[in-house]
């Protein structure tokens, strides 16, 4: 082939679709995630601990908590905790990849920023998937949890989708901040909003102004709401416009963030 | 094609705009007709950039995968990392790998998509001088297939002697185009050293084209731009003999064109010492 008829033939190659998305990068994208040692064992033991040591030894697991007992409960808020943890702990991984300049190196090629977030998503989601596992698996065999086998699957389901909050929020911080940083940050954030949602201890034993506070958290709406299919009683739209406005800020920071990084780098 | 200037002339602010990864603040970038992430896109263009741009906890061959699953038609991973040369360090981190090897990767990545312009940014820094060649020995044995190469740089040993077009340029401004040969010629033209005995160096210095002369004995030195034209002239109407004609190095051409004397590259005054 001449170079005059390869150059004809390559002017006529198409984009690849969906930005340059595949299931095969993600796949990448998960051994990548696998491979990182700390970041597992962060994400995967940190919450089992914490449920072992919070939500099986008090005096109370056994006492009735909407249609489980408290013990289901404890244990759905440290898989919100340690899910939350999981996708911050990944979307704020794109700060380490900027700093190495891999997100430079992939804007020569034709993935597009929306392809990139959707990975990285994605790929924060199996590790969240992870988090939630653990930690009901350790609820399953320490046999102290107890609400209807259904309840198992839905909190179970709405605790890991609902996690993609904060992969918004780690992403968003992963673009502001260096990477020197990003990780401390991540890991303070997530203990302030943990105890202000009530993860670790319920909101009722929270003086009266600092549950007022609690309220306008991020983590308070999606916690709420992940625990109603257990308690039961009321929805209350309050959660809902929680969740809905912290994600409205952490997906227009991210995206905001993203920009001002493609316009600049 | 080599795209030489000294640090801070603009090579690296051009290529970016090249490959769309910023915008001129004036006028447009169109590369194949097209606009620059578009060309991006349909994998024509692609790029070995400077340090950087790879993740250390990926293998070679997993890094060369990763860019390959991005491009709606690539080479495969093996053909690449072969003409790379770094089939043997495919299972290895890259972040065990030396600053060559890392290197001969993007090289390896960039020629995934088979582009038809392939920009190297400064390929060879921070690399000791085998790992230098043995890259440059990769790049003109893929340039041989037809492709066009546009590589920045500011060793001048690296243009004179690996491109067929020499691009010099100096604080954003094209001062100098054509082969080495000729960008050396622009800047001081060459000289021609030749064995006169009783050289008249008026009658010398009034022939057309000669820029200055220097008798030393029976030998004389001729600065011209034109130097075939003087030598011509030399062996037909004077009984010279023993001539040879020197260019000046690139080096000389490169300071003589990027430095702050050189508002105008066809000024030869300085040429005439």
Not at chain 1, 116 to 134: E, N, P, Q, R
Request: some cysteine; charged content about 15%; aromatic content about 8%.
């Amino acid at each position: 082939m001449t170079a005059q008829s390869a150059l004809a033939a390559a002017l006529e190659r198409k984009p690849p679709p969906l930005g340059g998305f595949s299931p095969a990068i993600v796949r990448l994208e998960v051994r990548r995630l696998l491979r990182n040692r700390r970041t597992m064992t962060l994400a995967l033991v940190l919450p089992v601990l914490f449920f072992l040591g919070f939500g099986l030894n008090n005096s109370y697991v056994h006492e009735t908590a909407g249609h489980g007992n408290v013990s289901a409960a404890e244990m759905i808020s440290i898989a919100l905790y340690g899910a939350v943890a999981a996708t911050a702990t990944c979307g704020a991984m794109v700060s380490i990849e900027r700093a190495a300049g891999w997100s430079r190196q992939l804007r020569v090629t034709p993935l597009s920023p929306a392809a990139y977030i959707v990975i990285k998503m994605l790929t924060s989601l199996v590790l969240a998937a992870g988090a939630v596992a653990a930690v009901y698996l350790v609820g399953a065999v320490t046999n102290k949890v107890s609400m209807p086998a259904y309840l198992w699957v839905i909190t179970g389901l709405c605790v890991w989708t609902g996690s993609l909050l904060f992969a918004a929020f780690g992403l968003f911080a992963g673009y502001l901040l260096p990477s020197e940083n990003v990780t401390q940050v991540i890991a303070l954030a997530l203990t302030l909003c943990s105890f202000a949602g009530g993860l670790f201890i319920p909101l009722s034993q929270f003086p009266p102004d600092l549950q007022t506070f609690a309220k306008f958290t991020p983590l308070y709406g999606l916690s709420q709401l992940v625990h109603y299919p257990l308690a039961g009683g009321t929805l209350q739209w309050g959660w809902i416009l929680n969740l809905v406005v912290w994600l409205a800020i952490f997906v227009t920071g991210a995206v905001w963030c993203l920009r001002r990084d493609t316009a600049r780098v | 094609m080599a795209f030489l200037g000294p640090n801070g002339a603009g090579k690296t602010s051009t290529i970016d705009m090249i490959l769309g990864l910023s915008r001129p603040d004036a006028g447009e970038v169109e590369v194949y007709g097209m606009a620059p992430r578009q060309a991006v896109r349909k994998g024509l263009v692609s790029a070995v950039m400077q340090a950087g741009g790879l993740l250390k906890d990926l293998t070679v061959a997993e890094t060369a995968a990763y860019t390959a699953r991005l491009f709606a038609v690539s080479r495969s991973v093996g053909e690449v990392l072969e003409r790379a040369g770094i089939t043997a360090i495919a299972g290895r981190r890259v972040g065990k790998c030396s600053g060559g090897e890392q290197q001969r990767l993007r090289f390896a990545m960039a020629l995934i998509p088979d582009p038809q312009l392939l920009i190297l940014d400064e390929p060879t820094q921070g690399m000791d001088v085998e790992g230098r060649r043995g890259f440059w020995k990769a790049i003109r044995d893929d340039a041989a297939l037809g492709r066009t190469i546009v590589f920045a740089t500011h060793y001048l040993e690296e243009a004179d002697a690996y491109a067929d077009r020499v691009v010099l340029i100096s604080k954003g401004r094209i001062v100098a185009d054509g082969t080495a040969a000729e960008v050396k010629g622009l800047a001081c033209g060459r000289t021609i050293r030749a064995t006169l005995p009783g050289a008249d160096e008026t009658a010398l210095r009034a022939m057309p084209g000669v820029e200055g002369v220097e008798v030393r004995g029976d030998t004389v030195l001729i600065h011209s731009a034109d130097t075939d034209a003087v030598a011509r002239r030399l062996l037909t109407q004077t009984p010279a003999r023993d001539l040879e004609i020197t260019s000046r190095g690139l080096e000389e051409a490169f300071i003589a064109l990027t430095g702050d004397g050189a508002a105008d590259p066809f000024d030869r005054s300085q040429a005439a010492t």
